[in-house]
C-alpha cells in the first residue's frame, strides 16, 4: 500500500524553464510534507518542507505547495538549472516520527 | 559542522552471515533513524530512536533486524543469517530534539549479499 505516490518516474526541462513534481498522497492524517533531493551515491539532502496548515512555501528557487482537498502536492523549481538535476523524493510525517517516501522522480536539466 | 556518517560505505557478504552497519548522527541530535532503499524506490522506514531507546521499530521486516543505540549517539544496525533479498542502500538519518520534522541522512551503506 503506497502511501506517497510520484507518478512521473523522470522529467526533462530546459535549462531557465519551471520545473514541476508531483506528489499524491493518500492518507489524511499526514501533518508535514518534505522534498528531498538526492545526487548518485549520497544521502538524501532535505530541500524544503510545508505543514499541513498551509498551502504555499517559497524558498528562493523553490516553492512547494500543497492542495490537502486533492491530496496533492507539487515542488516547482524556476529558472531550473544544470546543478538540479538529481532524484527528488517527496516524504510525509504524522508528528515527527518516520517519514513516508514516494518512488522519486528523476529531474534532468538540459542546457 | 560534520554530518551523519555511516561505515563502511560498501560491504558485500555471503549468504547466511551477520553484518553490522555504524552510524554516527549529527552531534546533540536526540533522534535517529534507519531506512532501506531498493533500486528504483525511495527509503524505506525501518527503526527509530528517540535517545538510547526504540520509539518505533515497526519497519524491521522481520527478527534477523536489530539495532541499538546504547549511549544515545552511536546506532549500530545488525542483520543476522543475510539474505539476498536484504541487498540494499542502508541509510541513516538523524534529527535534533524539539520535535523537528526535517532528518538530515548520511551517505548510506551499500549491503551486497552474494
Known amino acids: 500500500d503506497q502511501q506517497v505516490k510520484q507518478n512521473s518516474p523522470s522529467l526533462s526541462v530546459q535549462e531557465g524553464r519551471i520545473s514541476i513534481l508531483n506528489c499524491d498522497y493518500t492518507?489524511?492524517?499526514?501533518?508535514?510534507f518534505l522534498w528531498y533531493k538526492k545526487y548518485p551515491a549520497e544521502g538524501p539532502t532535505f530541500l524544503i518542507s510545508?505543514?499541513?496548515?498551509?498551502d504555499k512555501n517559497e524558498d528562493g528557487r523553490f516553492t512547494v505547495f500543497l492542495n490537502k482537498s486533492a491530496k496533492h502536492l507539487s515542488l516547482h523549481i524556476v529558472p531550473s538549472q544544470p546543478g538540479d538535476s538529481a532524484v527528488y523524493f517527496c516524504?510525509?510525517?504524522?508528528?515527527?516520527?518516520?517519514?513516508?517516501f514516494g518512488t522519486g522522480t528523476r529531474l534532468q536539466v538540459f542546457p | 559542522g560534520a554530518g551523519v556518517s555511516q561505515t563502511p560505505s560498501n560491504k558485500v557478504t555471503e549468504k547466511g552471515k551477520y553484518v553490522e552497519l555504524r552510524c554516527d548522527p549529527i552531534?546533540?541530535?536526540?533522534?535517529l533513524y534507519w531506512y532501506r532503499q531498493s533500486l528504483g524506490q525511495g527509503p524505506e522506514f525501518l527503526i527509530y530512536?528517540?535517545?538510547?531507546?526504540?520509539?518505533?521499530d515497526s519497519g524491521l521486516p522481520n527478527d534477523r533486524f536489530f539495532a541499538v543505540r546504547p549511549e544515545g549517539s552511536v546506532s549500530t544496525l545488525k542483520i543476522q543469517r543475510t539474505e539476498r533479498g536484504d541487498s540494499a542502500v542502508y541509510l541513516c538519518?538523524?534529527?535534533?530534539?524539539?520535535?523537528?520534522?526535517?532528518?538530515?541522512f548520511g551517505p548510506g551503506t551499500r549491503l551486497t549479499v552474494t
Open positions: 538519518a538523524s534529527s535534533p530534539a524539539g520535535g523537528s520534522y526535517e532528518q538530515y
Open positions: 510545508i505543514s499541513s496548515i498551509k
Open positions: 516524504a510525509a510525517a504524522i508528528n515527527t516520527d518516520k517519514l513516508i
Open positions: 492518507n489524511s492524517m499526514f501533518d508535514y
Open positions: 552531534s546533540g541530535h536526540t533522534a
Open positions: 530512536f528517540q535517545g538510547t531507546g526504540a520509539a518505533d
